[in-house]
């Protein structure tokens, strides 16, 4: 089994109903690879997956150029002690990807917020109304015939995404990943998609690498991810917890069972120390969960991507 990592640039082409979350990604992908080659290649693909094994692990969406700020208390910064300065740097959530090599301060003194990482275009988000009608009455009316809203995401026209892939070179192709994304993004990702949501096209595909700083002892993540019994020291990582309440996607949305068990995770951007240091490198941390009816009644081998594609990171002792 050898890994590597590639980045895929995506240009968006119509407003988002569904985040670009790595686990939602690698979801949609699955269903991509079971309407174009079946699904018997499908649990082929899938064989290891929840014991260490992945074919595919999908990063989240970022603005091209940028990965998403580490979840680090605020001392690891430099100090600032205008109110008005520390508000501002909280909305700095982005670091330039060709930072990863520097030592944290100045990754994280060359944070931008979301004007400059949308290059003076930030995503803006809007609430769009849908109205279910009564066919007998031909109106709406309460319950589940009554208006309702529900949010939505637009870009600037044509804006480019980085989405980085880890990829079992023995199973899957960097041709055959953006083949998958380009058929998942003409048919729209996420909700609403069958009315015009969540279309993009693949710009470009290529090998990818994050430059190691001197002494990186921590893994920072790039999806949500479970690291829990992988033998990281708990006292000293930080993340933010997440509650990804999953759902079935297309044919399975419409079964007696749409959703999906619950799963808890640790949300993008956890930095993570491992037991004796980054002894070795590693493009993914993590592991699958489910199989064997543990996430889904109306598909006993669903599994949810629980890893993700990692950074190296020098954690620098807290002063």
């Known amino acids: 089994m050898s890994h590597t990592l590639h980045r895929a640039t995506l240009a968006l082409h119509t407003a988002l109903g569904t985040p670009l979350a790595g686990d939602t990604l690698f979801g949609q992908l699955c269903w991509a690879l079971r309407e174009a080659a079946g699904e018997a290649e499908l649990g082929r693909r899938l064989d290891g997956y929840t014991s260490g094994r992945p074919w595919l692990v999908v990063s989240d969406g970022f603005p091209a150029g940028y990965?998403?700020?580490?979840?680090?208390?605020?001392?690891?910064?430099?100090?600032?002690?205008?109110?008005?300065?520390?508000?501002?740097?909280?909305?700095?959530?982005?670091?330039?990807?060709?930072?990863?090599?520097?030592?944290?301060?100045?990754?994280?003194?060359?944070?931008?917020?979301?004007?400059?990482?949308?290059?003076?275009?930030?995503?803006?988000?809007?609430?769009?109304?849908?109205?279910?009608?009564?066919?007998?009455?031909?109106?709406?009316?309460?319950g589940a015939f009554a208006p309702y809203s529900v949010a939505q995401t637009f870009h600037a026209k044509e804006?480019?995404?980085?989405?980085?892939?880890?990829?079992?070179?023995?199973?899957?192709?960097a041709d055959e990943a953006g083949s998958l994304?380009?058929?998942?993004?003409?048919?729209?990702?996420?909700?609403?998609?069958?009315?015009?949501?969540?279309?993009?096209?693949?710009?470009?595909?290529e090998a990818a690498a994050f430059t190691a700083p001197?002494?990186?002892?921590?893994?920072?993540?790039?999806?949500?991810?479970?690291?829990?019994?992988?033998?990281?020291?708990?006292?000293?990582?930080?993340?933010?917890?997440?509650?990804?309440?999953?759902?079935?996607g297309n044919a399975l949305a419409l079964s007696a069972h749409p959703f999906k068990t619950p799963v808890l995770l640790a949300a993008t951007g956890a930095v993570l120390v491992p037991t004796g240091g980054l002894a070795a490198a590693r493009l993914f941390i993590g592991q699958g969960i489910g199989g064997a009816g543990l996430l889904s009644k109306a598909e006993a081998a669903t599994v949810h991507q629980a890893y993700a594609p990692t950074v190296p990171l020098a954690l620098e002792p807290a002063p």
């Open 67 to 142: 990965l998403p700020r580490p979840t680090l208390p605020q001392h690891f910064s430099a100090p600032v002690a205008d109110p008005a300065q520390r508000k501002a740097a909280r909305k700095r959530h982005w670091l330039p990807v060709d930072r990863t090599g520097k030592a944290l301060a100045e990754q994280l003194a060359g944070a931008v917020n979301d004007q400059q990482a949308y290059a003076g275009k930030p995503p803006q988000q809007s609430v769009q109304a849908h109205n279910t009608l009564n066919r007998l009455s031909g109106t709406t009316g309460e």
């Open 159 to 173: 804006q480019r995404i980085d989405v980085y892939l880890v990829l079992d070179s023995e199973r899957v192709s």
């Open 181 to 205: 994304l380009t058929a998942l993004g003409s048919g729209g990702f996420g909700r609403d998609a069958s009315v015009g949501l969540g279309k993009f096209s693949l710009q470009n595909i």
């Open 214 to 248: 001197a002494a990186a002892n921590a893994w920072w993540t790039l999806a949500p991810c479970a690291p829990q019994g992988q033998g990281f020291v708990g006292s000293e990582s930080y993340w933010r917890v997440l509650t990804r309440f999953g759902r079935h």
